[in-house]
């Protein structure tokens, strides 16, 4: 498995930005990998993601304001986020994705965003 934590979330004002990163255990090379977020009361929705090729997607709701990127010499994803409005409010989650031995599909812990006033 690829254990992922999360780190960079905390409280931002409406407007502000945050840089996300997701530091993996080992090589993300052949992983694709992807930000979601869960807010309280809701399903875990995909924020962004990025292939092991380097090809991205974006939710509509974040198109424009986030950025997804990866480093691979440093097993580390990163989302910068723009432009923040409070129903980003949520808890933000690394995901991998890649075949070993079967589909695999691995979650970080997660780390808080909180966009208010």
């Known amino acids: 498995q690829v254990q992922l934590v999360e780190s960079g979330g905390g409280l931002v004002q409406p407007g502000g930005s945050l840089r996300l990163s997701c530091a993996a255990s080992?090589?993300?090379?052949?992983?694709?990998m992807g930000w979601y977020r869960q807010a309280p009361g809701k399903q875990r929705e995909l924020v962004a993601a990025?292939?092991?090729?380097?090809?991205?997607n974006y939710a509509d709701s974040v198109k424009g304001r986030c950025t997804i990127s990866r480093d691979n010499a440093k097993n580390t994803v990163y989302l910068q986020m723009n432009s923040l409005k409070p129903e980003d409010t949520a808890v933000y989650y690394c995901?991998?994705?890649?075949?070993?031995?079967?589909?695999?599909?691995?979650w970080g812990q997660g780390t808080q965003v909180t966009v208010s006033s």
């Open positions: 080992r090589s993300i090379n052949a992983c694709d």
């Open positions: 995901n991998a994705r890649y075949w070993r031995l079967g589909p695999r599909n691995d």
């Open positions: 990025i292939t092991s090729g380097g090809i991205t």
